[in-house]
């Protein structure tokens, strides 16, 4: 630390060059902080204790393959299985074709299942009595300023009504919400409908469910559960495939996109880049400072300390941008997901953001002061200070 105000002085020599290096690694840890956010929340879907006692059993073929609702009571009587629903993908549009929502048609106690989800009672006993009603995450309600008591139409993608139009209308009865003003997660945004009158007014469903979701009493126990239901259809035409709810979220999201890939192929190009400018600096820098690290050396600074300063300003410089980049993203985060009402929903910057983040900051400034240390190190007198 003794010998910080003379690396201070080194990073701001050229004052113009310094800060728009600072720019670019700021842009660069602003975006490795929206995407890392990203990345850390889908590797984290169903990690909850409710999502571990969770299990999702689809068709063996594929999600889209419907399953018999017959199989429900048998998957009741399996043993650790302490209760079951049941859900269908309606696929809904809202206004327009392009404009999906996350739109589910599900049994009536398909919400005992989801204990940190949260509906007003009254709002609950209305759903249950109301035919076409459907119950709506707060982020979605907000998104479309919608009011419960309001009628709104949805056209489904999939599956036609009973008058051959895929126009549908539903009372939106009610709001889905975290507990305790916790997020709700997944649920938040989305819309649940009633399966009874979902298989009523389409033609294209009879006694077929989309997947089953089970609730385990032990978690324990829970591959062994998983194993129990998938014998019950082996060597039948609904052949199943059970998972923990983790897994299946995983699943279903590596069939549409590899997202831990598509976020490290764009932060590997981002700090490949970011290697190359912030070394041109450095390189350029030291390039600059030939003489005046030749008289340090003459006044008694050994070749260590002068290793150790070259490389104390490179990571001092990643340091400084990458705090400010990772900085901006926390704060922007919350207020682009507040400002878009929901349309835009990015995570929040954890401690695992952060500390992967420092500790790039401190690779990426040890990788790109390396050269340019060695070779101040390494420096003559002689030959520096007449030029040579």
């Known amino acids: 630390m003794k010998y910080f105000h003379l690396i201070w002085a080194a990073l701001f020599r050229r004052k113009a060059r310094t800060f728009l290096t600072l720019a670019s690694i700021l842009a660069?840890?602003?975006?490795?902080?929206?995407?890392?956010?990203?990345?850390?929340?889908?590797?984290?879907?169903?990690?909850?204790?409710?999502?571990?006692?969770?299990?999702?059993?689809?068709?063996?073929?594929?999600?889209?393959?419907?399953?018999?609702?017959?199989?429900?009571?048998?998957?009741?009587?399996?043993?650790n299985i302490q209760d079951v629903t049941w859900a269908n993908?309606?696929?809904g549009a809202y206004q327009n074709p392009r404009n999906q929502l996350f739109t589910f048609a599900v049994a009536s106690n398909y919400l005992d299942l989801y204990p940190e989800v949260d509906v007003e009672p009254a709002q609950l006993d209305a759903w249950k009595r109301t035919r076409d009603g459907i119950l709506v995450g707060q982020q979605m309600m907000t998104r479309f300023g919608w009011e419960v008591?309001?009628?709104?139409?949805?056209?489904?993608?999939i599956f036609p009504n009973s008058d051959g139009t895929l126009n549908w209308s539903f009372e939106i009865v009610g709001v889905l919400r975290g507990k305790e003003g916790r997020s709700a997660g997944f649920t938040d945004a989305l819309i649940?409908?009633?399966?009874?009158?979902?298989?009523?007014?389409?033609?294209?469903?009879?006694?077929?469910?989309g997947w089953?979701?089970?609730?385990?009493?032990?978690?324990?126990?829970?591959?062994?559960?998983?194993?129990?239901?998938?014998?019950?259809?082996?060597?039948?035409?609904?052949?199943?495939?059970?998972?923990?709810?983790?897994?299946?979220?995983?699943?279903?999201?590596?069939?549409m996109a590899d997202i831990g890939l598509i976020v490290g192929s764009i932060m590997g190009a981002v700090f490949f880049t970011l290697l190359l400018l912030t070394g041109n600096t450095m390189a350029q820098?030291?390039?600059?400072?030939?003489?005046?690290?030749?008289?340090?050396?003459?006044?008694?600074f050994t070749s260590a300390s002068v290793l150790g300063m070259v490389l104390a300003e490179s990571i001092l410089l990643?340091?400084?941008?990458?705090?400010?980049?990772?900085?901006l993203a926390a704060v922007l985060s919350p207020v682009v997901t507040a400002a878009s009402n929901g349309v835009i929903s990015l995570p929040a910057i954890g401690w695992e953001s952060w500390a992967l983040g420092l500790g790039?900051?401190?690779?990426?400034?040890?990788?790109?002061g390396a050269l340019p240390a060695l070779r101040a190190m390494r420096l003559n007198i002689v030959d520096a200070l007449a030029g040579r």
């Open 28 to 79: 660069a840890f602003l975006l490795f902080g929206m995407l890392d956010g990203i990345r850390t929340t889908f590797a984290q879907l169903g990690q909850s204790a409710d999502g571990a006692q969770r299990l999702q059993t689809t068709s063996r073929l594929s999600i889209v393959e419907s399953l018999p609702i017959s199989l429900e009571s048998r998957i009741r009587r399996i043993d």
């Open 89 to 91: 993908w309606f696929g």
């Open 149 to 157: 008591g309001q009628r709104i139409p949805l056209q489904s993608t």
């Open 192 to 209: 649940l409908m009633h399966y009874d009158y979902f298989e009523e007014a389409t033609p294209y469903v009879d006694d077929t469910v």
């Open 212 to 255: 089953y979701i089970s609730r385990v009493s032990d978690v324990n126990r829970s591959d062994a559960a998983a194993k129990a239901i998938d014998a019950l259809s082996v060597n039948s035409p609904n052949e199943t495939k059970t998972m923990n709810e983790q897994a299946a979220m995983a699943a279903q999201l590596n069939q």
């Open 285 to 300: 820098a030291v390039r600059e400072r030939t003489s005046e690290l030749a008289v340090l050396k003459t006044i008694g």
């Open 318 to 327: 990643v340091v400084i941008g990458g705090v400010l980049g990772l900085g």
């Open 360 to 368: 790039l900051m401190i690779v990426i400034g040890l990788l790109v």
